[in-house]
């Protein structure tokens, strides 16, 4: 097979063909990146020099340098909302900052210098269901959001010849509910309190739909991948009951998917942690086309998951975060890549990532091998 050009490798895949080969994604979007400590340890290795950069401050996910993507041979590049311009972050006490949506976050240290933003307060965790409407939400008409968004998907587009995963930012429902509101409340108030639960969510689809009508009305034309996501699993099952979920999350993910589906011809990429091979049904009934970060360890026998959901669902991730890339070595991570591209590769549908994005602790040398196993062992038609 002719060699094909990234899109074309990761269009084929999103349409269960087999492209020439496997695509790969490291720091096509913010769960498929390397956390910062980890990306200046490559940066180091490699001796690229470059002033950090960031996809998603809170969870520390590095913007990798072009030089850095093209050497590692990622198919993908982000395409994301920008940052407002008429909103400036209150005065924080040191280690702690407050988003545009009002959540203080506090830095939390994990040896080796590492350290993760964690909720420090919920500003909705008294809240009533009238408190939602009077709520200082996010300014949707903030002009920053949208500056330039347009001119760049275009030049990403007619410039380059990669797939590009396009993050609107108002995407997220569940998570973002739990951030404003607690977590341990959060899941109180599905039992106790659904309709302030539901509430929430209405309100969250409200500016959800508005802000991705907007973003998709300027790049729909340009993208391949539209990112959105909810952990809805843990890594032994549902987060929440069918009936729950069919209560409060499944309307307004079928109004936002919609609305994505008449903007774009995008495949709607989902990010959800754990087990999710019990939600992937509920994700293939709202519109959902891309199930990531496919976490290994938790969803048990890939090839089966391949045989019953395949057909419907494609596989982005699947690359082991919690042992093979940390702890093991080389050729560990090598014959990691092999195994799930032959269980998860057959008939296209497969994007080789990492299971989330790539932490700290990974060896620089895992990534590497990560990247030149997918080309060493992805060429279709695959081997026996």
Known sequence: MAEMTPRERVWAALNHQEPDRVPLDIGGGASTTIIEEGYENLKQRWGVESEPKILNKIFRMARLDESVMQRLGSDCRP?????????????????????????????????????????????????????????????????????????????????????????????????????????????????????????????????????????????????????????????????MSQETYNAV????????????????????????????????????????????????????????????FGDKMVFWGGIDTQRVLPFGSVEDVEAEVKQRIHELGPGGGFVVASVHAIQPDVPPENIIAMAEATRKYGTYPLAA
């Open 79 to 239: 395409l994301g909302l920008r940052a407002p311009v008429n909103w400036t972050p209150p005065p924080a006490e040191p280690g702690k900052f407050t988003d545009i949506w009002g959540i203080t976050w506090k830095q939390a240290h994990y040896g080796d210098g590492c350290y993760y933003w964690e909720l420090d307060n919920c500003p909705m965790a008294e809240a009533s269901v009238e408190d939602i409407e009077t709520y200082p939400w996010p300014d949707l008409d903030d002009p920053g959001f949208f500056a330039g968004l347009e001119e760049d998907a275009k030049a990403l587009y007619e410039e380059t010849d990669y797939a590009i995963m396009a993050d609107g930012g108002f995407k997220s429902f569940w998570e973002l509910g739990y951030m404003l509101r607690g977590f341990e409340q959060s899941l109180m108030d599905l039992a106790l309190n659904p309709e302030f639960t539901i509430a929430l969510m209405n309100k969250l689809l409200e500016m959800n739909l508005k802000m991705t009508a907007r973003f998709l009305d300027l790049v729909g034309p340009y993208v391949q991948i539209f990112r959105a996501g909810d952990d809805l699993a843990t890594q032994k099952g549902r987060l």
């Open 249 to 308: 999350l499944r309307p307004v993910y079928k109004e936002l998917f919609d609305l994505v589906k008449s903007k774009t011809e995008a495949k709607i990429f989902f990010h959800s942690c754990g087990n999710a091979t019990v939600v992937i049904d509920d994700l293939v009934e709202v519109g959902v086309d891309v199930l990531n970060p496919v976490q290994v360890a938790a969803m048990g026998d890939m090839t089966d998951v391949k045989r019953r």
